[in-house]
């Protein structure tokens, strides 16, 4: 299942009550579909779990996960970042062959495959963002 940092989840609960949600009720879902520059993207959005959707739960923080993107989001982390250049929530992803640059889309690997890109033309390189 996905690891959620102690930045993610300070930040996820005052994300919560700036907006005006229980803690008790309401926390981050995150979700994978289909998009970006890579093939698929991540998606998160505050408010209540979905019926089938995991549930991690980090100091009173709570982070749905999709039953559709479980396989995509397994063993990721859920940090949240603060620099001069970007901040907000991200997600370190070991199942993905590549991303791309900007940080939200993602090829996802595939077993006993070489993946389908040139890295000398996509990892590192910042997408359309």
Not at 20 to 44: D, H, I, N, T
Not at 58 to 74: C, H, I, M, P, T
């Amino acid at each position: 299942m996905i690891q959620v940092t102690d930045s993610a989840a300070t930040h996820l609960l005052s994300l919560l009550q700036d907006k005006g949600f229980s803690p008790e009720e309401a926390g981050l879902r995150l979700f994978v579909e289909k998009g970006g520059c890579a093939g698929m993207q991540y998606a998160m959005k505050v408010g209540e779990g979905e019926p089938g959707d995991a549930v991690v739960e980090k100091n009173g923080a709570r982070v749905f996960v999709d039953q559709g993107s479980r396989e995509y989001l397994d063993h990721c982390q859920l940090d949240y970042v603060d620099s001069l250049n970007d901040s907000g929530f991200k997600i370190e992803n070991p199942n993905a062959a590549r991303s791309c640059g900007c940080g939200t889309s993602f090829e996802p690997a595939k077993a006993d495959a070489e993946p389908e890109y040139d890295p000398a033309t996509m990892d590192g390189e910042v997408c359309g963002n």
